[in-house]
Each structure stands twice: as structure tokens, then as C-alpha cells.
């Protein structure tokens, strides 16, 4: 069974940087997609980041130019810097992977901007 551990999670005020770590127990070699969603309470679960196999990246609108994505196939692991957060960021933040036809998530870290 896949299992996906995110970290990096937690208080943070407005103006402040955080990197959020996605590790997974397969290997990154056969992830097509490694992304990171994100929860808000009230609204629907939307896309934040995604990157490829190829390093391609694709970024939700609202984080353009202060959220980066990478990926260390080598450690099985997916990153996010967040910078310049906002209070609009907070929300839970889940780790997505795509391999095969098949998606797993993991359970999510909470992301708290203060204002």
C-alpha cells in the first residue's frame, strides 16, 4: 500500500516563508504527477501546485510568483516553498501523487497564516 507523509506544517504570520515535504514509499521514478491540494474550511479542495516527471510545473493563479514546487526523485519526495504567505493560505495542505492510472493522497498538514 502506498503511504505519503507530509511535514512542514504550522503557525506561520503573514510575510513568512514555509516548506511543506510530501515523502512517499514508492518511487518517484514511476510518479507521472507529484502535486500538493490544498482545504480550506468551508470551500472545495483545489490545486496549488503540480509538477512532472519532466519538471514541468503548473501553479494555481493566487500562488503564482510566491510558491515554488520541486520534486528529489531520489528521496521519493515532493516540496513546496511557500513564501510571502497569507492569510488566504490557510487551509490544509494534501500531497497528491499520480503513477500508473492510480492517485494517492496523504493526510494532510495544517498551514496557519496569522494576520
Known amino acids: 500500500q502506498v503511504q505519503l507523509v507530509e511535514s512542514g506544517g504550522g503557525l506561520v504570520q503573514a510575510g513568512g516563508s514555509l516548506r511543506l515535504s510530501c515523502a512517499t514509499s514508492i518511487s518517484a521514478y514511476v510518479l507521472d504527477v507529484m502535486a500538493w491540494y490544498r482545504q480550506a474550511p468551508g470551500k472545495q479542495r483545489e490545486l496549488v501546485a503540480a509538477i512532472t516527471t519532466g519538471g514541468s510545473t503548473n501553479y494555481a493563479d493566487s500562488v503564482k510568483g510566491r510558491f515554488t514546487i520541486s520534486r528529489e526523485n531520489a528521496k521519493n519526495t515532493v516540496y513546496l516553498l511557500m513564501n510571502s504567505l497569507k492569510p488566504d493560505d490557510t487551509a490544509v495542505y494534501y500531497c497528491?501523487?499520480?503513477?500508473?492510472?492510480?492517485?494517492?493522497w496523504g493526510p494532510g498538514t495544517q498551514v496557519t497564516v496569522s494576520s
Open positions: 497528491n501523487v499520480l503513477g500508473a492510472s492510480h492517485a494517492y
